[in-house]
């Protein structure tokens, strides 16, 4: 691996095994949506697209660009906020349980 583009991690078009499950979430330009501890579990996130703000209770900020991998267990983000001109989507990988 050279570090190009085509090195980074992304869950998207990849065959998951079925104790895995894929929550793919799009955050339109300009907009902010709140965070559901629930949706994001135990999930590893790629932010496949785009640029985002994540605000964390207290006030707390961070940046995130195309290819960056997160981990919000335990965190509890409040918000993301899509920075750029166009869609910015997220890609959420987490253990599969039953209904």
Known sequence: MDGGEDDR?????RWLP???RLLVMVVDPGTVRTVDPAEWGDAIVVLEYGQVEVEYPGGGLQRFGRG????????AP???????SGPA???????????
């Open 9 to 13: 991690v992304s869950f998207l078009n």
């Open 18 to 20: 079925s104790l895995l």
């Open 78 to 84: 409040l918000s993301i906020r899509n920075l750029g």
């Open 68 to 75: 960056d991998v997160l981990w919000f267990d335990g965190l």
């Open 89 to 99: 989507v997220l890609a959420a990988v987490s253990r599969n349980r039953p209904a």
